[in-house]
């Protein structure tokens, strides 16, 4: 979207604060400063915080000033604002039936337009996580929205230069394809990923990776099958390269702790002794590490996410490899 950055820097400002107070657990200072000057994007979720933490109550408003105190050139942001609103609305609330009267979703779920239907199918999926828990084992999707998501499916098979919000979109949505198309559009989706690096630069490292994690762990919660986790170490050996060639990545201790996480499930997956023991050890090396370092990380966000992820560990290894406990 034109100016937004723009928009964002200029709201900060005038209402008077810093970077690292609207950026900090959001996204890194060099991407913020890529995103204020309009290098870059930061994804719809981030974008939703960091509009929050600027006491602006909706991307309606945003897009309102940015349309005042800019000359925009692109075409009509309706649809995508539309999206995000309800998008939004169907992460924070209970669900409730009656959206569907009122929503885009009935508006467009019918449109002659793909990308139109594509949107609505998009919230419809929004609206429907929002049923279930995270304790959950396995989700199945009601039967009557099938064609839905082989219609979602489609349409990015379809495409073989995929949008920015494409690219946003499958990471969150591909673990409920047919596996064999989703690897095909999981080599898709990094083709495409890989054109924006030149623009995007260092931080793109951060984002391609944020992006792998964010697929992986969604695959293992809804897709428990042998084959996913072969897929999951796939890429836990991706992103192990990464790391490899450039080792400050792991400075992004959420990436670098999800990745942990990642190794653990597939070590209990194979009843891997070893590689359990190793992501175990490492959440207390990084317990150690936050527990010497307590003032520099906030004990809400980076300590949460940490207590977190180490549970989430326990309960998949208890799972997939409860003779691991009697081994220790």
């Known amino acids: 979207m034109e100016f937004l950055g723009a928009t964002i820097k200029k709201l900060r400002e005038e209402k008077g604060f810093t970077v690292k107070e609207v950026y900090t657990g959001v996204v890194s200072r060099t991407t913020a400063y890529r995103f204020e000057n309009d290098f870059t994007d930061i994804g719809f979720s981030n974008l939703r915080e960091i509009t929050h933490r600027l006491n602006i109550s909706s991307l309606d408003e945003l897009v309102y000033l940015r349309n005042k105190w800019f000359t925009v050139t692109e075409g009509d942001d309706s649809l995508l604002s539309a999206v995000n609103k309800e998008i939004t609305m169907h992460q924070t609330q209970a669900y409730d039936p009656k959206w569907e009267n009122v929503s885009i979703y009935q508006q467009f779920k019918d449109s002659p337009n793909s990308k139109e239907r594509f949107y609505a199918y998009l919230i419809h999926f929004v609206a429907l996580l929002n049923m279930w828990h995270v304790d959950q084992d396995i989700v199945t999707f009601p039967s009557e929205f099938t064609a839905e998501y082989q219609f979602m499916q489609q349409y990015l098979l379809k495409m073989t230069t995929w949008t920015k919000d494409e690219l ?3 990471p969150v949505i591909g673990c409920f394809f047919e596996p064999t198309s989703r690897t095909v559009l999981l080599k898709r989706f990094k083709v495409n990923y890989a054109k924006y690096h030149e623009h995007i630069g260092q931080s793109w490292y951060d984002s391609y990776i944020n992006h792998l ?3 992986a762990l969604s695959i293992n919660t809804y897709d428990k099958q042998l084959a996913t986790y072969v897929e999951i170490d796939q890429i836990v050996s991706e992103i192990n390269a ?3 060639k450039q080792p400050d990545l792991k400075l992004n201790l959420i990436n670098y702790q999800r ?16 590689r359990v023991a ?7 090396q990084l317990k150690t590490f936050f527990g010497t370092n307590i003032g520099v990380f906030d004990v809400g966000t980076d300590i949460g996410v940490f207590e977190y992820l180490e549970n989430y560990l326990t309960t998949e290894t208890q799972a997939l490899f409860p003779a691991y406990f009697n081994q220790i």
């Open 259 to 274: 990745l942990i996480l990642l190794n653990g499930i597939v070590g209990a997956t194979n009843q891997d002794y070893q």
């Open 168 to 170: 946003e979109i499958f």
């Open 213 to 215: 994690l964010n697929y």
């Open 278 to 284: 190793l992501s175990f050890e490492m959440f207390q």
């Open 242 to 244: 990464l790391y490899d």
